[in-house]
């Protein structure tokens, strides 16, 4: 059959032998071309699989890092006077393990003056951006653009690198009007950066280099990686970062996979042998249709056409449907493994099928056979040796002469196809799943950035996020949003006694407590080390954001067990409700801040609202403040002394120094006014010193002078007497003895287990300086305490003195005290003496000196002169 075939074909429509010679080396080629185009496909998906990761990372660590000073930043706003022990103390909070910020420091005017840790960067104090100019131009913008710059990486004035983030602050100044502070500058180290962000991994399976100096893009300068990198054809990504974007190109570890150099040569002989395979189906397609147009001619030159196109990739068979018998071309039995010969039938075929594709091959056979429509299935063989092989075939059904139906069609190997194709498919998962991995690298590098590690809540970076949207979902809604600021009390007092494990249990206690309370629509997050933050929408005004603190309050009281130990401890609570008035709603945080302190004052466990009048409060305070610090600078706290007599003589036994401010627009302030605003800034023993040291200079002049002012008493704070260089510097003043006594509130002496203020104790007295116990009777000092302290005098405290005239109660709890004294060898001083009555009786009682108005009001140094002179004059005569 097949012989008679050839025969009705004529030579020069014969592919030689040679052709097939040629399009089987072109298919191996075209398969090596294809493998190769995969390979280097899949490595670029592995770049940038690898470089998303570490742009991941930089985002969230510079983006997390330039974060954590906005808190810093908004202090600044409300305490735009504030000094460098204030500073360092708020910006201390901010540094943790996992940060890479190497300081931050305030420029006032563009001129730093505050540091934060100062150790180190000590150089970097006094530098003015203006005269600086590789940090001048971003300061500038910065405060220009009035918004986070962000340059790098700068050469510091105090050494080494690091990514400078400079916020620009403004605060409110008369006329409710802007006006610019200076520079909030947020360091982060560069070496530290880079390790956090993978880049200096050694087992990086990449070479990277960043671009983009001072974040202007990928117009930037490189500062980071080789510059073979950037011209490597490599993969590229953006990094986001404030006021701009940085761009990173990355290339794998030895370069990328070579490309042949023969590539061309490869394409134009793929594209011959396309053309060679194509041209028998066109030509069998053709000679089918011929045959069927022009049956009768084409029968009387031969009853079959041969449709087998010898040398080519195409084997060629036809099947009788009558007697179901079939015939192949030797190409078909290459394709399937057999010898070339021999009868063929359709069970060669089907039991060639493999045997999980059989039942579809056989259903597409039918299928054509039924509808003698175009037959075309694609399947599997398993060859004689075991080889597993993908055939495709199509074929069309025709009938002879004498009416019996045959289908005539072609079959070839599509294995390579195959093949690639599933390495395509397999490419692409892979590249998918990276993907997927990086995404969820990202979120969780994202979740970590934006979360606190321990309670899980949401971080001051993600409350600055949520807050805008907040408050204006609340307006929308028709509410308003509340802000409340809770600070644990005591808290602590638990991590010293118990430990930080028991502070991080009772924080995760305080998390779960807030979200509870605060329910779905509330936003919860942790601030700071005992700070958190609940946001909720308020429906009927103040009474509503002051039940959810008082239900806050009243859970956070209930006691919570550790390690079998019952811990306890409290909240106070600041609460700021946005009216809508202001734009900023950030401004929300300063005025909840505002109202804590507040709170924390007044007692702490309670809750206090954000009003103008505690605004204005906190204004007056910080202005005092800072007026008193300016007061330490120029000496205005001077030394005014209120004589004391002998309740027997009369004669003036000595004096008290008092402190006082002599304010330059005010006057002379008494302690009532600056004592407590001293206290919370911890200068009280600063005002003691100063006053000790004049006293002295006053004693001396007095004793020059002949004066007569036996002793000289000086009230002592409890900070100044754990001084551990208090005796040191006593020492340095060469005090005489018997001329000074150190007045001590009884307080101090409640913990026994001070040793370094017992020992101080002894050591002054050591010194030939007396010890006096003040206020007595106002506070819980014991005989027990008394005993131990052994202090010369005890001065009963004018809330006792006072009611004697007319309480003859109060009168023998005075006469108690005076018993007790007397039995230990202690002197009684009564002050607050405001009468003569008062004098007779506390003589009558015993008592040993009298102080009050009765006999002299607090003076100056001149003007305690001219008392004791005219005292003198009119005993005299």
């Known amino acids: 059959m097949f012989g008679r075939l050839k025969a009705a074909v004529s030579s020069p429509a014969r592919i030689p032998v040679a052709i097939a010679v040629v399009v089987i080396a072109v298919c191996a080629a075209f398969a090596d071309h294809q493998n190769k185009v995969v390979s280097d496909q899949a490595a670029r998906a592995d770049v940038l699989a690898e470089v998303n990761v570490v742009r991941a990372r930089l985002e969230g660590n510079i983006n997390g890092n330039l974060q954590l000073a906005r808190g810093l930043v908004a202090a600044v706003t409300t305490e735009p006077y504030m000094g460098q022990q204030r500073f360092a103390e708020l910006a201390s909070r901010l540094f943790n393990e996992e940060s890479q910020l190497r300081n931050i420091a305030g420029a006032p005017d563009l001129v730093i003056s505050l540091m934060y840790p100062m150790a180190g960067n000590e150089k970097a104090i006094g530098l003015d951006y203006r005269n600086n100019d590789q940090q001048r131009a971003a300061a500038l913008r910065a405060r220009d653009e009035r918004k986070l710059v962000l340059a790098g990486p700068v050469d510091l004035q105090q050494g080494g690198q690091g990514f400078i983030g400079r916020f620009p602050v403004f605060v409110k100044s008369a006329g409710n009007t ?60 953006d990094v ?74 195409i084997g060629v068979w036809e099947h009788n449907l009558e007697t179901n018998s079939l015939a192949w071309d030797n190409r078909v039995n290459e394709i399937y493994g057999k010898e070339p010969g021999g009868p063929r039938g359709y069970p060669d075929w089907a039991g060639a099928i493999h045997p999980a594709d059989l039942p579809r091959a056989l259903a597409d056979f039918d299928e054509a056979v039924a509808r003698r429509g175009t037959y075309s299935s694609e399947y599997r063989i398993v060859r004689p040796d075991g080889e597993i092989r993908h055939v495709r075939s199509r074929a ?9 139906p045959r289908m005539v069609g072609a079959e070839w190997d599509v294995t390579s196809d195959v093949m690639l194709n599933t390495d395509l498919v397999r490419a692409k998962q892979l590249a998918e799943s990276k993907n997927a991995e990086l995404e969820a690298a990202k979120a969780r590098t994202e979740h970590v950035a934006m979360h606190d590690s321990l309670t899980d809540l949401p971080n001051r970076r993600y409350l600055d996020q949520v807050l805008d949207d907040y408050a204006a979902k609340a307006r929308l809604n028709g509410g308003r949003a509340a802000l409340l600021h809770v600070d644990l009390d005591r808290f602590k007092h638990i991590n010293d006694t118990l430990g930080h494990a028991a502070g991080d249990a009772m924080l995760v206690h305080a998390a779960s407590v807030l979200k509870s309370n605060a329910g779905d629509r509330g936003f919860v997050a942790r601030v700071g080390g005992d700070e958190f933050v609940v946001l909720c929408t308020m429906d009927d005004g103040d009474a509503q954001a002051a039940a959810l603190a008082d239900r806050i309050i009243e859970e956070m009281r209930r006691p919570v067990y550790y390690n079998g130990h019952q811990c306890r401890f409290g909240v106070s609570v600041g609460i700021a409700i946005d009216d809508g008035t202001s734009a900023d709603t950030r401004q929300l945080l300063v005025n909840g801040d505002i109202a804590l302190y507040r709170a924390k004052r007044r007692g702490r466990n309670r809750h206090e609202f954000f ?96 004066i007569g002012v036996p002793r000289v008493s000086v009230n002592v704070s409890a900070r100044r007497l754990h001084d551990e260089q208090l005796i040191a510097s006593l020492r340095d003043l060469n005090i005489r003895k018997g001329t000074f006594s150190f007045e001590l509130v009884e307080s101090i002496f409640l913990d026994d287990n001070d040793d370094l203020a017992t020992w101080n104790v002894e050591q002054i007295k050591q010194l030939g300086i007396d010890i006096e116990i003040d206020d007595f009777g106002t506070g819980y000092a014991s005989i027990v305490s008394l005993l131990k302290l052994q202090p010369r005098r005890l001065k009963i405290d004018r809330q006792l003195v006072d009611p004697i005239v007319n309480s003859p109660q109060q009168r023998q709890v005075v006469s108690s005290i005076i018993e007790i004294g007397k039995s230990l060898g202690i002197e009684i001083v009564a002050e607050g003496v405001e009468t003569m009555e008062h004098a007779r009786l506390l003589k009558a009682l015993g008592c040993d000196i009298l102080q009050g108005y009765a006999f002299g009001q607090p003076l100056d140094s001149d003007g305690l002169e001219r008392f004791v002179r005219s005292r003198r004059l009119s005993v005299a005569g």
């Open 178 to 237: 802007d006006r610019f502070w200076g520079i909030v500058s947020a360091v982060v180290d560069v070496q530290r950066l880079y390790q956090a962000s993978g880049l200096l991994d050694k087992n990086l399976g990449i070479e990277v280099a960043l671009i983009g100096d001072d974040a202007p893009g990928a117009k930037g300068v490189r500062f980071f990686g080789d510059e073979r990198v950037v011209n490597g054809d490599p993969v590229t990504v």
């Open 240 to 313: 986001l970062v404030p006021s701009g974007s940085w761009r990173i190109a990355a290339i794998p570890k030895g370069g990328w996979p070579s490309t042949p150099a023969n590539a061309w040569l490869l394409r134009a002989i793929m594209t011959a042998a396309a053309a060679l395979i194509l041209s028998p189906f066109l030509l069998a397609g053709r000679l089918v249709d011929e045959r069927q147009r022009n049956y009768w001619e084409l029968h009387r030159l031969s009853q079959r056409l041969e449709l087998a196109l010898e040398a080519s990739a």
């Open 396 to 404: 069309i059904i025709y009938e002879t002469a004498n009416n019996s």
């Open 611 to 706: 009003s103008g009048e505690l605004q204005s409060e906190i204004v007056n305070t910080k202005r005092i403040a800072d007026e008193i610090l300016a007061g330490l600078e120029r000496n205005q706290f001077i030394a005014f002394y209120q004589p004391q007599f002998s309740a027997r003589t009369r004669e003036i036994v000595g004096v008290e120094a008092l402190a006082r401010w002599n304010h330059p627009e005010k006057g002379i302030l008494t302690p009532d006014v600056f004592l407590k605003t001293a206290e919370e800034l911890n200068v009280v023993s600063i005002i003691d010193q100063k006053i000790l040291q004049q006293s002295l200079l006053d004693f001396e002049a007095w004793s020059a002078r002949k």
